[in-house]
C-alpha cells in the first residue's frame, strides 16, 4: 500500500525535503507572528532545517562524513549564542515598552 | 516469536515506519509551534519539534547530533525560551491576535518555497551520493579536535560573550524603574 515510501529513511531526498519543509514553517512563523518570542522561536526552527539538511548531506556525501556533524554541532553553538542574546533584548525591550508583540515597538517610525 | 521484515498491510520496513513517525511528530508540532494561539504551548511543541528531530538525527547517522540536540536545544534553549515567554507574558497576550496582517501573504510565500526546494530536490540528480554512513563518536572526536580545533574555540568564545552580552541587557538599572 505505502510500498513507495519503502526505504525512504535511506534516501537523501526525504531528508532534504522535510528539512525544506521545517524550513518554511519557520520562515512562516517568523513573517507572520506578532510575537517577538514566536518570532526567535521560528528562527530556532529554521536553524533546526539546515542543521537537518548539513547532517543529511554528510551522511550521505562521503567526502564530508565527520565533517558534517562538526558544522552542525558549531550551528548548535551558534543558534545558542544567538538565543541568549536575542531573548535577553526582547526582555530589555519588554521592560521598557510593556509589550511583546514587534508590530508595536514604533519608536523608530516617529 | 519474530517480527517480519516488513509491516505486513502497509509493505514499509520497520525503520521507515519509525523514520516517517517522527517526521510527521516534527512537522506536525513545528505547525503547532507557528499557529497556536497560547504561546506557552507553543514553546512546549517546540520541545516535541526538537525532540522529533534528535529522533531523525540518529537515523542520517549522527548520534552525537542527536545527544547534542537534546542537550542544547531540549535542555537549554527550550528552558530559555519558557523563561523568556513567562517573564513576557501580558493578560491581553493570548486574548490579542496572534498575526501580523501579512500573514496570509506570508503563508502563500511559505508554501511556495517549501515547493520549490521539493522541486529542487527532486529534479537534482544525487547520484554522487553513495550509502548512509554511519558518523560514530571515536571518529567524530577525533575529527573536531585534531581538525577543527580553532573552530572549537572559536564557538566557546562566542558562546562566552554572548552569555556576558545577555547578562548585561537583561539585568535591570541600578536604581531604574525596572
Known amino acids: ?110 | 516469536m519474530t517480527l517480519p521484515d516488513t509491516i505486513p498491510i502497509l509493505g514499509l520496513g520497520w525503520d521507515d515506519l519509525l523514520f516517517l513517525t517522527f517526521a510527521a511528530i516534527m512537522i506536525g508540532s513545528a505547525l503547532l509551534v507557528v499557529l497556536m494561539r497560547d504561546i506557552i504551548r507553543c514553546g512546549l511543541a517546540m520541545i516535541i519539534a526538537f525532540a522529533a528531530l534528535a529522533g531523525l538525527y540518529v537515523f542520517a547517522g549522527s548520534p552525537v547530533v542527536a545527544a547534542a540536540q537534546v542537550l542544547v536545544y531540549i535542555g537549554a534553549i527550550s528552558v530559555l525560551v519558557l523563561f523568556a515567554i513567562m517573564l513576557t507574558q501580558t493578560k491581553a497576550g493570548p486574548a490579542s491576535l496572534v498575526f501580523q496582517t501579512q500573514a496570509f501573504p506570508a503563508a502563500i510565500a511559505a508554501a511556495v518555497l517549501a515547493l520549490l526546494i521539493a522541486v529542487a530536490v527532486a529534479a537534482t540528480d544525487w547520484s554522487e551520493t553513495g550509502q548512509l554512513f554511519q558518523t560514530t563518536a571515536e571518529n567524530l572526536g577525533k575529527e573536531l579536535f585534531a581538525n577543527f580545533t580553532l573552530p572549537f574555540e572559536v564557538v566557546s568564545v562566542l558562546l562566552l560573550a554572548a552569555v556576558i552580552g545577555g547578562v548585561f541587557l537583561a539585568k535591570r538599572e541600578r536604581g531604574g524603574a525596572g
Open chain 1, 1 to 110: 500500500m505505502l510500498s513507495f515510501l519503502d526505504n525512504v529513511s535511506q534516501s537523501l531526498d526525504a531528508y532534504l525535503i522535510l528539512a525544506g519543509l521545517l524550513f518554511s514553517i519557520g520562515a512562516f512563523g517568523f513573517l507572520a507572528r506578532r510575537n517577538a518570542i514566536s518570532m526567535l522561536m521560528s528562527i530556532e526552527l529554521m536553524l533546526n532545517a539546515v542543521n537537518l539538511a548539513v547532517i543529511a548531506f554528510g551522511a550521505f556525501t562521503p567526502g564530508l562524513r565527520e565533517a558534517a556533524s562538526v558544522i552542525a554541532l558549531i550551528v548548535m553553538g551558534a543558534a545558542a549564542a544567538e538565543a541568549t542574546v536575542g531573548l535577553a533584548i526582547v526582555i530589555a525591550i519588554y521592560r521598557n515598552r510593556k509589550t511583546p508583540l514587534v508590530d508595536e515597538y514604533d519608536a523608530m517610525r516617529q
